[in-house]
């Protein structure tokens, strides 16, 4: 029985990429944080079977305990503080978690297994922000990082050196770089689940309206469910690499506000939705669309469901949760 180690567990692609091996029949463990995390019995009831070992990002020792408990033949390294615009408030936190953590994970794993990395591969949570102002449309794996939130610097660190361990130790290390990707599982900050909450609450009379940012930028978003696929499909790759997985589509936020409350029959939305310069950032990135032919070709990977697939699942599961807590 193959043996995985998971950081970031509790987060939307840590829940989907643990169904995921379960149901491959690996032996899954997660790193989970803090004396007593809400969400433990939220993974606990999610990936039964599963088992939970407490560290940090910042702790190397906690990593190398972790890595000894759960003597995996597979890491994936999903753990950061990933909201991009909290990173320009805690932006020294952030390099810590999301850029310093990753290489804790990668020595961790190095001194773990000592003279010989080949038992070992390690996936890297690499992310579309890396591409930050546009160079180059769309984006591949070739395209200049020019990253512009403290995220996305920390996500740049993470992911050179990931390639470093790789060149350096020939450690089988591969990044996948990411590009947007939700689902009803989506933490409620980020941009989709915002809308989709509040869009179910609108259509149920619970709520007014929804204050926004920028409405203008531009995001590929696909399936999360899909992009977990490609992350164990990297690390089943004869050689590490590093991969762009995306949908191939742009949608601005204007859009995705258009098909959330199409979803529940509101075709003029102006009235619900006013703009507050608190939720602008202090640089944006305002196009992402990425090219994913070398997952294609190499992974045989591709996105199964489709944006208007996606923004209404996310809706309709919203309007679910919604009408079941008024009756709780
Ligand atoms: P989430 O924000 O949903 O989850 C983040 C996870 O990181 C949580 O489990 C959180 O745990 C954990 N974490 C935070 N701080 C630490 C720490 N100090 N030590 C250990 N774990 C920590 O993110 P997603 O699931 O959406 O994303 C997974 C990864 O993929 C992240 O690295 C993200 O940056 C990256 N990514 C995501 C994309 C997306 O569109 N979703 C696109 C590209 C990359 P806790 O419950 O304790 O807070
Ligand atoms: P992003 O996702 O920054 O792309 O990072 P987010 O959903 O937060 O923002 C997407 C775009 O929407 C605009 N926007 C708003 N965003 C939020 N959160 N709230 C608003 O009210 C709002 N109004 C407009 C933003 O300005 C932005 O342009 C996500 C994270 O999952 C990262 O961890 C990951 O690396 C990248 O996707 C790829």
């Known amino acids: 029985m193959p043996r995985a180690l998971i950081t970031g567990i509790t987060g939307q692609d840590g829940l989907y990429l643990g169904e995921l091996l379960l149901s491959k029949g690996y032996e899954v463990f997660g790193l989970i944080r803090?004396?007593?995390?809400?969400?433990?019995?939220?993974?606990e009831t999610t990936l039964p079977g599963i088992t939970l070992l407490t560290g940090d990002l910042t702790d190397l020792s906690s990593l190398m305990r972790a890595l000894q408990a759960s003597q995996p033949d597979e890491i994936y390294n999903l753990g950061a503080i990933s909201f991009v615009a909290y990173s320009w408030e805690n932006a020294s936190l952030t390099t810590d978690v999301t850029g310093k953590g990753v290489l804790n994970m990668l020595e961790a794993a190095r001194m773990y297994a000592g003279d010989d990395v080949s038992g070992i591969r390690f996936y890297q949570a690499s992310s579309s922000e890396m591409f930050g102002k546009v160079q180059q449309v769309p984006q591949s794996e070739e395209?200049?990082?020019?990253?512009?939130?403290?995220?996305?610097?920390?996500?740049?660190?993470?992911?050179?050196m990931t390639i470093n361990y790789r060149e350096s130790y020939g450690m089988h290390a591969s990044s996948g770089i990411l590009f947007n990707h939700e689902s009803p599982r989506r933490g409620p900050e980020f941009v989709t689940r915002k809308v989709s909450q509040a869009v179910a609450r609108i259509s149920l009379g619970l709520q007014d309206e929804i204050v926004m940012g920028n409405l203008d930028a531009k995001r590929d978003w696909g399936f999360a469910g899909d992009y977990v696929e490609a992350m164990w499909r990297m690390l089943q790759q004869p050689t590490a690499d590093d991969y762009v997985i995306s949908t191939g589509e742009t949608h601005s936020i204007r859009e995705l506000l258009d098909h959330a409350f199409a979803a529940v029959g509101i075709e003029d939305?102006?009235?619900?939705?006013?703009?507050?310069?608190?939720?602008?950032?202090?640089?944006?990135?305002?196009?992402?669309?990425g090219d994913a032919s070398k997952a294609r070709d190499v992974l045989g990977w591709?996105?199964?469901?489709?944006?208007?697939?996606?923004?209404k699942m996310m809706v309709e599961s919203d309007v679910h949760e919604q009408k079941a807590s008024a009756t709780r």
Do not use: C
Not at 143 to 160: C, E
């Open 143 to 160: 395209t200049l990082l020019w990253p512009r939130s403290p995220y996305g610097v920390a996500k740049v660190f993470g992911h050179y």
């Open 269 to 289: 939305w102006s009235g619900y939705v006013r703009q507050d310069p608190a939720f602008m950032r202090p640089a944006e990135v305002d196009l992402l669309i």
């Open 302 to 311: 591709t996105p199964t469901v489709s944006f208007p697939e996606l923004v």
């Open 34 to 43: 803090g004396q007593n995390n809400p969400k433990r019995e939220l993974v």
